[in-house]
Structures are given as structure tokens and as C-alpha cells.
């Protein structure tokens, strides 16, 4: 066996040695050469022994753009692209194989354009042997060419659909292990293909649906069903996030209907739960607006009459009297409620801003003023330490007022007997205000600190959880930011930023 010549000149193929006789010509060659042209739509040509074209059926008229008159003489090497090179290759490829050979060579049209074509050659041999040139048949290969490459671009478009696309999209297979993974799955669960390709999904899968083997349970329904649509689930994300997902699960079997693999497109919905689950609460305090409503016709003002009639039998009384005690502590209770009744109204219902200029350390002042009886009752001592000049803030003074009513009074009532309250003001730069609130009481624990700022959550046994979650709200009104720190045994420190023009929100609010 000897090797054939690749088109560049190099081996290619296995060619037979054993002796092939080439085409051998007979006296009536000039009728084959005829017959050819005129019943073959093939593009076939010939060339004599001097390597210059003798021959050009019509389907090579077509093909190369030559007229017969204009081609009839050309040197071979001016129809290929690579002249003399190929020549030289091709001579030698059909020299080594003898019999008719095809071959892929790029040859070049009447205007120089190029046209890549199989060729299937021969040798051409007189009858005493001595050679006389080759024949050779031309098939464009351009259309082929054409459809490879639409198909190419056709595979890469989807493919960089697949691979880009923002939802995450990857494929298992019929072991369920992960065999693609596009950037989507890495944006959305932080792992880079490489980290994934060969894994189980298990590694995405929070501990609770694990062990409820929600994993099995998808593929048998893929596996029987062919496919999964939206379903709802919960993930894991590389950095130990859960968060929120919709899926579609399908399974791919082969032509014989075997199952291999499966693909999925999950998509992160965790705003979009966190939206619903805002819609919802806003639901629900519509419906406490409606509730709210009605408490303040029905409660507050029958609580005003009896809390006058109270104050009237108290003050009636001695000081020393036995029940003036008692009535003092009902009065206290009759405050509590109407507190309750107005953070609900406040919080249920808010109005717009009366925006008007405020003395902040007047308003303090009252405050303090009005929670001084609280305080003492506790044996508790209130310091208040603010600078030489306080800027006065555009704000709402009844909405300031029963924020910092809500914050130190809520410090009051963390200190059980005898401890300390600190309010302190500060102006750290010239557009805002700083207001800190500080008692040295139980503390709140960690696991509730993220928490204290929801409506209707609360570690009182006589709380609404409405308080703190109006606190938050009034500070966003007011353009400022309202944060807490707070440690087991030492205390808590609520800590007010306020713009001191309000139209300018200055931060988002947080916690």
C-alpha cells in the first residue's frame, strides 16, 4: 500500500499499488469529448499533455463563467487558485494513484472569484501508453458549503441562547448528574460550570427538602410524565442563600425511546415571592385601616370620656387615699390602650406630611416633659445632652413627636426598675441632624434584632408590634435612616439620622 497526496502535498488516504490501467484512448475520442459536453450538466474538462486546457463541457461553462473559445489553451494552473503549487500536487496525486481519483481543490472562476470543488480526475493514456494529459469532473461544492455554514450559524445562535441566557439552563444526565451548565446557573447559584459539570443537583438542595426526598419525586414525575412545568421549590446558592425558584423539567430519550438525560429551566423568583409578600401585607393593612377606622369612633372617644371621669374621682380625692393609688394605675392602663389605638390609626392609615420648620430640641424636651412620671415611677433617670446649637429640621412635628414618644418610651418600659435612659442630639454635618436613644436594659437578643422593625412583632405580652414598625416609616417620610444596636445585658441604642430639609431623602431606611 502507498499513501495518496493531501492538497497541500501531503499523504492522505490509502491508494492500491497494484498497476490500474488509466483511461486509454481510442481514434474517436473527439465524438466522446462531445457526446460529453453536450449530455452531462457536470462541469468536465480535459487538458492535453501540454497541461492546457482542450475541453469544457457546458456544465463547466456555467460553472467557471468561461466561454469554450475563451478557456480552449489555458495553462491548467491559471484555473486554481493555487497555480503551480497545486498543479504540481494534483499531477502528483494522480500519478501515485493511478486510477480516477477525487480530491477537494479550490479553482478560480472567470472573475476571480473562488469556487471550491470535488474533483474526480483521471490520467489520460494513448493507446501505445504514452500519457496524454487527464479528464477531469467538477462538482460545485459551494452549495454545500453554503448550508454547512447556515446550519454552523443556525447551531451557534441557539447555542448562545442556551449559554447566555439570563434564567439558568442546564442538562442531567440519565444518572441524573449535571452534564451543562450556562451562565445563567452560574449567576443565579454562584458555582461556575466547572464546579458543577459531573455534581448532583443535591448540592443546590436545602436540608428540609432533602430529607423529604424532593428530588426523587421530581424525576419520577419527569421520567413517567415526560416533563415537570413550574414547579415551585426553595434552593441553595453557593454563598448559603435560599432563595426562591420556578422550574420546567423535561425528560430527552433517544430514537429509540431510552431515556438519557434530562434538560431544566429554572428561573430566580425570589423578588418576585418578596413582591407577592409585600402585595399581601399591604392587603392586610388596608384591612386594619378599615379596622382602625372603626376603633377610633368606637374606642377612642368613649376611652377620652373615661379617662376624664377617672381623673375627676382621683384628683377628689386625698393624696394618701387608699384607691387614688389604684385609679392612678387605671389612668395609666386608659393611656396604654389610647397609645395602642394611635399607633394602629398611624401606622393603618398614614397621612401625608405636615412639613413645617421644628425646634427638634424643644420637641425632645416635651417629650421627656410628658414621660418624666414614667420614668420616676421606675426609678429611673433620664439624661438629655445636646449641643450649644441645635438646626431646626423641616418636618412633621406631630409625626417627630410620637417617634420619639414610641423610641423612649419604649426604653422605659425595657428597664423592669431603677436604670438609666441617654438622649442624645448631635449634628454631625450641616444638612442633617443626629438623634440617639439609649438605656442600659435587658438588651435585645440577636436572633430578634432583624426582626423588631416588622409590623405586628413584638416580645411584649401586652404589645401590638406597631410601635417601632411606625417609628420606621416616619423616619422615611422624613428622609432619614433609623438603625439599632443592641447587646444581651448591656442595653440598646436606637439611632435617628434626619435630613434637615426633608424633600431631600437621604438614605433609604434599614435597620
Known sequence: MTKGLSKSGNLQGTVPMKPSPRLVLGPDKDHCYQHCRMVCNEAIFTVGRDWRVSSFSEGAQRLFGYSVAEVTGLPLDLLLKDRTTELIRIKQFLEAGGDAQEFESVMLGKGGSEIHVRMSASLLQESDGRLNGLVALCHDLTPIRQLKTEIEQRDWFFASILRNSADAIFTLDSEEKITSWNKGAE???GYSEKEMLGKSLEVLMPDHLKEEKELEKISVTARVEGFLRSYQTQRITKDGETIDVLFTRTAIRDAQGQLIGYSSVLKDITEQKLLDRHLAQMEKLSAIGELAAGLAHEIKNPLAGI??????IRDSLAPEHAHSQILGEVLSEVSRIDRSVVNLLSYSKPRKPDLHKVDLLNLIENVISFLKKVADSKSICLHVAVPSEVPQLTGDENELKQLFMNLILNSLEAI???????????????????????????????EQLGKIFQPFFTSKKNGTGLGLATCKRIVANHGGLIQVQSKVGEGTRFTIDLALNSGVPMSLVGQ
Do not use: L
Open 416 to 446: 423592669q426598675e431603677e436604670g438609666n435612659v441617654w438622649v442624645k442630639i448631635t449634628s454631625p454635618f450641616d444638612s442633617r441632624v443626629s438623634v440617639e436613644v439609649t438605656d442600659d436594659g435587658p438588651g435585645i437578643p440577636s
Open 307 to 312: 379617662k376624664g371621669a377617672i381623673e375627676i
Open 187 to 189: 449567576a443565579i447559584f
